[in-house]
Structure formats: C-alpha cells, structure tokens
Nanobody
Framework: QVQLVESGGGLVQPGGSLTLSCVAS????????MAWYRQAPGKEREFVAS???????NYADSVKGRFTISRFNAKNTVYLQMNSLKPEDTAVYYC????????WGQGTQVTVSS
C-alpha cells in the first residue's frame, strides 16, 4: 500500500507564499500523472493541479497563474509552489496520482489569514 506524506503547510498572510511537498513511499517514475487536491471546511475535495511525466501541467482556474506544480521523480516527490495566496486558498492540501489511489495521505493544512 503506497503512502503519501504531504508537508509544508502553515499560516500565511494574504499575498504570501508557501511550497508544499508530497513524498511517496514508492517510486513515482512510472506514474504518468501526479496531482494536488484540496478540501476546504464544509466543502468537497477539489482538483488543484496535475503534472504528467513529460512535464505537461494542468491547473484549476482558481489557481492558474499563482500556483506551480513540479515533480522530482528521483526523490519520489511532487511540489506545489503557491504564490499570491488568498483567504479562499485555505484548505487541507493532498496529493495523489490520477487515477487516484484509494488511500489518501493526512494532508497538510494551509491557512491564509491576516
């Protein structure tokens, strides 16, 4: 059973930046698409960004131009660089592959507040 461990969250002021990391317990070299998701209080989990093995990226409209996803296969790690953060970005952030593993990590909390 693969384990996904997200980290890097925290409390940041509006306009600030954070970089999230997701480390997988198994190699992601052969995983075609890795992705980030988020779940805000009282809302469904939603797609944030994805990256394929050839570097093709896809973003939710709400984060386009502010977030950047990247992957480092040799370290089994996926990153999410988040800039110009807004209060509405407050959520627990998770990573997974597409199609999703059935099990999810614990996520990392991002809180954007002054």
């Amino acid at each position: 059973q693969v384990q996904l461990v997200e980290s890097g969250g925290g409390l940041v002021q509006p306009g600030g930046s954070l970089t999230l990391s997701c480390v997988a317990s198994t190699s992601i070299f052969n995983i075609i698409i890795m992705a980030w998701y988020r779940q805000a209080p009282g809302k469904e989990r939603e797609f944030v960004a994805s990256i394929s093995n050839n570097g093709h990226t896809n973003y939710a409209d709400s984060v386009k131009g502010r977030f950047t996803i990247s992957r480092f296969n040799a370290k089994n790690t996926v990153y999410l660089q988040m800039n110009s953060l807004k209060p509405e970005d407050t959520a627990v952030y998770y990573c997974n592959k597409i199609p999703n593993y059935t099990s999810w990590g614990q996520g990392t909390q991002v809180t954007v507040s002054s």
